[in-house]
């Protein structure tokens, strides 16, 4: 328990310190994920493949690569919160 509370206590610093940065750059990841994969689907449209050999979704990863580290982070930690919330959810069953 003392383990989870202080991974608890990590990623709110680390969601307090990206969504400060995030505020101060003033960037919208939205509008600059709408604008990557629009100019990725122009400009690899018929170069790059969308799976390679082994299965993996190399558009996802292209995506992901797109995203600025604050962006990553932020992601991130959107999808930890999500899985913690469920976690806690599902720890009454």
């Not at 400009?43 to 995203?67: C, E, H, K, M």
């Not at 932020?74 to 919160?81: A, D, G, T």
Request: hydrophobic share 40%.
């Amino acid at each position: 328990m003392k383990k989870a509370r202080s991974h608890l206590n990590l990623l709110d610093r680390i969601g307090r310190f990206t969504r400060f940065l995030s505020n101060t750059l003033g960037e919208c990841a939205e509008q600059r994920y709408a604008g990557c994969v629009a100019d990725a689907d122009r400009t690899n449209a018929q170069t790059a493949p969308d799976y390679s050999a082994d299965g993996v979704d190399l558009t996802l990863i292209r995506w992901f690569l797109s995203l600025t580290p604050i962006e990553r982070l932020q992601f991130l930690e959107e999808r930890i919160s999500e899985i913690l919330q469920i976690r806690e959810r599902n720890a009454g069953r």
